[in-house]
């Protein structure tokens, strides 16, 4: 089983910054079949970049996904209010299908 | 996209058998894979399983013994029947569309298991 480890637990930022949350796996995933994405509060997960590095449709512009291999980075440019969420990695490489213990990114 | 809508019962007794019901709209359930997730409240997502749409099945081996996911094409459905519930099995469970990436999800159902 792939263990994927997420980095920092919580991040602390304001509106405009930029946000680089961190995927580590425990083995490479094939492929780079790593996905990410973004929960808010009583809502479900919304798809935000699959294949490391595409785009989910609708997704803006600030969000962009980058690595390879072991470590994977999800980038979000500038916050908006509305990115302030929780955010997961999840791994589709192999099975079982794996997902990291989220971060969450907080308003500082 | 599709929608994706879930239904079942809220409240399952220890021992008993958890039933989850997710209908498409949109699609045909036959052209794709369906899969479920968890989320115990407050805490991360464990994948659970998907079916193929050739009907062959892929589960979580923590889960293996005790769960079972169907689709009955006739209604645009797919199922998720986990038995033996025990209080660790608390948790929102999600219904979605594929075997990897997850565009398409349903809202939710929060199961409670307790007597």
């Known amino acids: 089983e792939i263990v994927l480890t997420q980095s920092p637990g919580t991040l602390s930022l304001s509106p405009g910054e930029r946000a680089t949350l961190s995927c580590r796996a425990s083995?490479?995933?094939?492929?780079?079949?790593l996905a990410w994405y973004q929960q808010r509060p009583g809502q479900a997960p919304r798809l935000l970049i699959y294949g490391a590095s595409s785009r989910a449709t609708g997704i803006p512009d600030r969000f962009s996904g980058s690595g390879s291999g072991t470590d994977f980075t999800l980038t979000i440019s500038r916050l908006e209010p509305e990115d302030f969420a929780v955010y997961y990695c999840q791994q589709y490489g192999g099975s079982p299908l794996t997902f990291g213990g989220g971060t969450k990114v907080e308003i500082k | 996209q599709m929608q994706l809508q879930q239904s079942g019962p809220g409240l399952v007794k220890p021992s008993e058998t958890l039933s989850l019901t997710c209908t498409v709209s949109g699609g045909s359930i036959s052209s794709y894979s369906w899969s479920w997730i968890r989320q115990p409240p407050g805490k991360g997502l464990e994948w659970i399983g998907y079916i193929y749409k050739g009907g062959n099945t892929n589960y979580n081996p923590s889960l293996k013994t005790r769960v079972t996911i169907s689709v009955d094409t006739s209604k645009n459905q797919f199922s998720l029947n986990l038995m033996s519930v025990t209080a660790a099995d608390t948790a929102i469970y999600y219904c979605m569309r594929g075997n990897g990436w997850y565009a398409d999800w349903g809202q939710g159902t929060l199961v409670t298991v307790s007597s």
């Open positions: 083995q490479s995933v094939n492929n780079n079949y």
